[in-house]
């Protein structure tokens, strides 16, 4: 029978009346499956008396899938629903979601963007099943925040191929753990995805046809992982890397949206989700406040806005972080430092005879015992007329083992440190004062605090580390990653060091005129 311009015939029908053409399974209508014929060559030449029927015509419709995921997406893949009173429903794809999804598929690297609950972890899920089914031997690696979490990926997944009848059991067996599935067919290479949650090697020992970073601006060990996976993906021709957030400054996620040039960039805004109208926006905007902008953005700028929670609430990158230049040489210099063999985390700072103070070194690094470490810091500083160093008290504690302490060790190195104050919440104070932002009798904004854009990771982690749930004056302990280089700058800021030379040398006169400009430009 022949409707709306295409042909059907029931099963029992005698296809082979049409050689060379391409048949595509569509769907089950009363028990009964009907086959739509096409005119379009396809099967690359297999027999079709070799394959039943069915068979046949579920690997010609995979075929016809291959490059049109969004095609596969809407006609086979079913998802949870907590909006309605069926619990599992057919992926009717929004917009944005088909416009993502079709940019996904064109780019080898994948960064996204987006705002809160618009089933982009579900669809990149889709994504992986439509590469799993139309690519023998496939292998997804999927890197979330926890195991609970990486455990979900995989329930999901098992959720979209236990309701995709017209391929799993028919035409794949399915073989399912907490943190995989693979689906396994005679003959073929099995098709796997496997789920890890985030540390420092997740997925190194994988080659991987996709890699899936979900909430990856919140993942710790974010840099590791991007180190240990790339190289899983990067072959020619082959492989792909989707990274999907809502923004978290300070992150490896955060830097890539704004900086690289290689990655695919998608923006889902809030109104992605269609249902989602202006009455509905400032209803949530007034229970959450300023938070909605990183929430909920409607521009990639809005989600750049300090998000709700960070502890440095006062710092701002157009204001605080400035262009290198040379220190004038009666500018007072300090050294300060947090140590573990987690991370080294070693700055300097200069202030200029007005009290500024400017943090224009980083040493940042993991894995330093305490001799390169010093060895480190001393090259670093080399020409540096330091006026005093400034250590955590921890290490001035003598270790039971040796009698030792790691100061002393320190010194032995040729780097010898005084003692900082260990108060937290004096020193978060202290810190919170120097980034204020204030406005001189013209109006113009300036702050105290300054850190050369060489400080990246100062930078990163002031704008990220969040605020303790239980101590409003202090900040949050984890992500510890994130506490190293603060810790550093509150060592410091804690002493109430001393500014530079009221007066100045000749030799540095024009520098403060030179930075004075250099800092007024543009504003």
Request: proline share 6%; charged share 25%; glycine share 6%.
């Amino acid at each position: 029978m022949q409707q709306n311009g295409h042909i059907y015939i029931d099963i029992q029908r005698n296809i082979h009346k049409t050689p060379g053409n391409r048949v595509i399974f569509m769907h089950t209508v009363r028990k009964t499956v009907i086959l739509r014929i096409v005119a379009e060559k396809c099967f690359n030449g297999a027999k079709m008396q070799d394959i039943d029927i069915m068979t046949r015509a579920r690997l010609a419709e995979l075929e016809y899938c291959k490059d049109k995921p969004a095609y596969f997406v809407r006609h086979y893949c079913r998802i949870e629903s907590k909006d309605g009173p069926d619990p599992i429903i057919p992926f009717g794809l929004w917009p944005g979601q088909a416009e993502a999804l079709e940019s996904i598929a064109s780019h080898k690297l994948s960064i996204i963007l987006k705002a809160r609950q618009l089933g982009i972890t579900w669809l990149a899920i889709c994504y992986a099943i439509h590469m799993m089914l139309c690519k023998p031997g496939a292998t997804v690696i999927v890197i979330s925040r926890t195991e609970d979490e990486a455990k979900e990926i995989i329930r999901r997944a098992g959720v979209v191929l236990s309701h995709m009848p017209e391929y799993v059991g028919p035409l794949y067996s399915m073989r399912p753990t907490s943190l995989s599935i693979s689906l396994d067919r005679d003959g073929e290479l099995p098709r796997v995805i496997k789920a890890f949650p985030a540390s420092a090697d997740a997925g190194r020992s994988f080659t991987a046809d996709l890699i899936i970073l979900d909430e990856w601006g919140f993942q710790q060990y974010a840099e590791a992982i991007w180190q240990a996976g790339f190289p899983t993906i990067n072959r020619p021709g082959g492989g792909q890397v989707i990274g999907l957030s809502t923004m978290r400054l300070g992150t490896l996620f955060a830097d890539l949206w704004a900086n690289s040039a290689v990655f695919n960039k998608i923006f889902l805004p809030w109104d992605t989700d269609p249902r989602r109208d202006i009455d509905w926006y400032l209803q949530t905007k007034a229970v959450l406040g300023e938070a909605i902008y990183s929430e909920y953005p409607a521009t990639p700028d809005e989600a750049l806005m300090m998000p709700a929670g960070a502890f440095f609430s006062e710092f701002r990158r157009d204001l605080h972080v400035t262009e290198p230049f040379d220190i004038p040489c009666d500018w007072r210099r300090y050294h300060m430092m947090d140590y573990g063999l987690d991370m080294l985390a070693s700055y300097w700072a200069a202030f200029d005879s007005e009290g500024n103070c400017y943090v224009y070194r980083e040493l940042y690094q993991s894995d330093m015992t305490i001799p390169a470490a010093s060895k480190a810091m001393l090259e670093a500083e080399t020409g540096d007329d330091i006026y005093t160093r400034y250590a955590p008290p921890d290490i001035f504690g003598r270790s039971q083992e040796s009698g030792r302490t790691r100061d002393e060790i320190f010194a032995q190195n040729g780097v010898a440190f005084t003692k900082s104050s260990n108060d937290r919440e004096a020193g978060w104070a202290n810190v919170k004062d120097w980034l204020k932002v204030e406005r001189d009798k013209t109006g113009r904004e300036y702050t105290k605090l300054m850190i050369f854009k060489t400080c990246p990771n100062l930078i990163r982690t002031l704008q990220s580390i969040p605020r303790d749930p239980k101590r409003p004056n202090d900040c949050a302990k984890e992500p510890h990653e994130l506490t190293h280089a603060p810790d550093a700058l509150r060592y410091l800021l804690v002493m109430r060091p001393k500014q530079g030379n009221q007066t100045k040398d000749k030799r540095t006169e024009m520098y403060y005129r030179e930075v004075e400009d250099f800092l007024s430009y543009g504003t």
